[in-house]
């Protein structure tokens, strides 16, 4: 069973800076591809980026050229640098792995935005 572990949420106000980590407890090596998702109160959890394991990177539109994620292969760990953050990014913030027909998540984290 694969455990995702998250870090790195909390409170920042707008125009801040946070860094989210995930630690994955098997080598990464092995998943098509690891990401973020989110789940802002009342809505739908929406992907916000991903990156395959050949390193190719997918952002929503709402986070291009602020967020940017990246993989650690030694480190078993996928991050998300999200600069420029808005109020409108406040959010639980899921990390996930595809591996094969199986997708495994994280517990999630809170990122939240002040105005």
Same mark, same amino acid.
């Given at each position: 069973q694969v455990q995702l572990v998250?870090? @790195?949420?909390? /409170?920042?106000? !707008? @125009? @801040?800076? /946070?860094?989210?980590?995930?630690? !994955?407890? !098997?080598s990464i090596f092995s998943f098509n591809a690891m990401g973020w998702y989110r789940q802002a109160p009342g809505k739908q959890r929406e992907l916000v980026a991903d990156i395959t394991n050949g390193g190719r990177t997918n952002y929503a539109d709402s986070v291009k050229g602020r967020f940017t994620i990246s993989r650690v292969n030694a480190k078993d760990t996928v991050s998300l640098q999200m600069n420029s953050l808005k109020p409108e990014d406040t959010a639980v913030y899921y990390c996930y792995a595809k591996l094969l027909l199986s997708n495994y998540w994280g517990q999630g984290t809170q990122v939240t935005v002040s105005s």
């Open positions: 998250e870090s @790195g949420g909390g /409170l920042v106000q !707008a @125009g @801040g800076s /946070l860094r989210l980590s995930c630690r !994955a407890s !098997a």
